[in-house]
């Protein structure tokens, strides 16, 4: 190999070494909520993690007593519109970004469950041992904790709700328990600082 070639191809890999470093998408501030998760004989915890634009971790871990309705197999876990829990229906339906006419004309969102699996909170289900006790280990690219249409942080925040049943993802569910059913447990989900 000449003197010329070898130097073509350190170029090259300085060009392509150069590329894949210059944009990963990390964020300049790492952002980090949680959530304590409660229900009757339920308690639990989730932390939401944001290292990357446009991607987040979320560690889930629950417990429930040998009388809750946290039963063993899977249960349904979903991010809800609104950060409330007091009573559990007051996290409304499932999280899809930001469906204001106003703030987001494009949203492609069907009232009540129409958009079922495709809501941006829709997660994988937990699976719960015979001790009562499961951990949910998952990334979504669906919502941010940053600003912006997909944000968990809009005007009135966003909760995570456990179910009784599994999720069966079907679309357009023909029955109200295909989606989890009776919610079990809730948590709002907060900013950390």
């Known amino acids: 190999m000449n003197v010329r070639s070898a130097g073509?191809?350190?170029?090259?890999?300085?060009?392509?070494?150069?590329?894949?470093?210059?944009?990963?998408?990390?964020?300049?501030?790492?952002?980090?909520?949680?959530?304590?998760?409660?229900?009757?004989?339920?308690?639990?915890?989730?932390?939401?993690?944001?290292?990357?634009?446009?991607?987040?971790?979320?560690?889930?871990?629950?417990?429930?007593?040998?009388?809750?309705?946290?039963?063993?197999?899977?249960?349904?876990v979903h991010i809800h519109e609104t950060g409330a829990c007091e009573p559990f229906a007051a996290a409304m339906g499932h999280h899809d970004g930001t469906v204001d006419p106003q703030v987001n004309p494009e949203a492609a969102v069907a009232p009540g469950l129409g958009n079922h699996p495709y809501h941006l909170g829709d997660l994988p289900n937990i699976v719960i041992d015979d001790g009562r006790k499961g951990r949910l280990y998952t990334i979504s690219s669906r919502v941010t904790l940053s600003p912006g249409l997909t944000t968990l942080f809009d005007k009135d925040g966003s909760a995570i709700v456990i179910h009784g049943l599994e999720d069966k993802y079907l679309p357009d569910p023909p029955a109200k328990d295909a989606p989890g059913g009776p919610r079990i447990a809730c948590g709002v989900i907060n900013l950390e600082k």
């Open 8 to 76: 073509t191809i350190v170029a090259i890999g300085l060009l392509l070494g150069g590329c894949a470093h210059y944009h990963t998408g990390k964020l300049e501030q790492k952002l980090h909520a949680k959530a304590a998760i409660a229900g009757p004989g339920i308690t639990g915890e989730a932390h939401l993690y944001q290292e990357y634009e446009g991607r987040i971790r979320i560690k889930l871990k629950l417990e429930g007593t040998p009388d809750s309705a946290l039963t063993p197999g899977r249960h349904a």
